[in-house]
């Protein structure tokens, strides 16, 4: 049994026209020989509208049933589409997380797939052609409704492809592809036609939301190609795969922000052993994840701490370091939340110098200060001011050579 997973987005079912395009698609399948695995998101907008509804009725949701109140969307979506298949003749079925089952671990809001009951999918699969499965949401050992974190339908269809050993899995969007940056930001961004698992990951942690980070580093441990294609369109899109010797000609491969940063600092503190700890133990303790951190040079036994996380912590951030700001000497708890984080990320800069003199004087030449930086070996990313983000996306694009160079052209 050959088997495709084909995953839709939002904007990909956001009404009767579009899914109509997604069924051209499954057909197109189905007569390519392939029992088809349709994974699809809500409809454009639902998520956002269900969020809204949820946090002006209640002071504080409780996270279990926000989860079941999220999941209806991708529940609406893959009703309406099995309808549709059937309306021609096509042997489909809708499938929720929590019948396959899709197991997670219990963190609501943002769980993590344990495993997959692929007999059951096999099994049906015999019976039916196409399999319409809901996006986004599993369900944990007590039966509970989860679901995977925004963008989680990616890492839905990726589980599904590796559970099933499916040949490719299809990550149909609106763009045709992973672009060197995000086109909607940059109109010289470029498609790139094959990219390394790794960079992938660096892009969607550094903010590339085309793929969820997750659905990156399940596709990287169980070697599931990745195509992330449009669903407008006939053109081939982007290919995620393993790392080539084709893709070290490039020094970097593409730039990505990230809007959702504030800067905190916590100035003054004792510079002594376990201060740090103090700090960021009772930060994680709290499930707030830290992304850049610094620590300034000691000045008579006294130091600054700055370090960033997601905008929507800052208060409980706060909170946390009010507490603990006796105990570790700190003057003074400050925070910013103005500020976005731009990345420029390739596998090449392994092996080529001074990628990071070219991205910080091209920042320079547009006056754009640099708050923090951080580094690995195929990235550098900069803290600036986050009215400069798509300045600064564009002029780290031309500094590099991505406007113009045909980057990756092999297949
Ligand atoms: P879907 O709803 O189909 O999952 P998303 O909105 O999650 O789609 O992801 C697609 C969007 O990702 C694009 O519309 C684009 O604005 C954005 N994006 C950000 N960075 C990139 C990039 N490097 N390449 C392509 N798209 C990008
Ligand atoms: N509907 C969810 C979201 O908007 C999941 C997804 O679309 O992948 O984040
Ligand atoms: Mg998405």
Redesign the pocket.
Known sequence: MRILVQK?????VADLECMHKVREKVLKALDNGYKVVVVL?AM?GVTNRLLDMAHSWSKSPDPCEMDVLLATGEQTSVALFSMILKDCGIKARSFLGFQIPIRTDKSFGRARILDIDKEIVQDVLTRYDVLVVAGFQGCDCEQRITTLGR?G??TSAVAMAAALGAEVCE?????D?????????CPQ?RKIKKIAYDEMLE?ASM?????QIRSVEFAKKFNVPVH?RSTFSHEPGTLVVQEDKSMESAMVS?V?YDKDQARITLAGVYDEPGVAAKIFEPISGANIVVDMIVQNPSREGKTDMTFTVPKGNIKETIKILERIKGEIGAKDVLYDADVAKVSVIGVGMRNHAGVAAIAFSALKNENINIMIISTSEIKISCLIEEKYTELAVRTLHEAFGLDHEAVRTTC
């Open positions: 839709f987005g939002g904007t990909s998101s454009s963008g339908s990616d990550i149909y969007t609106d763009v592809g992973v672009y060197t940056t995000d086109p909607n930001i961004a892009m903010g590339a939301k085309v793929l992330v593409g990505a």
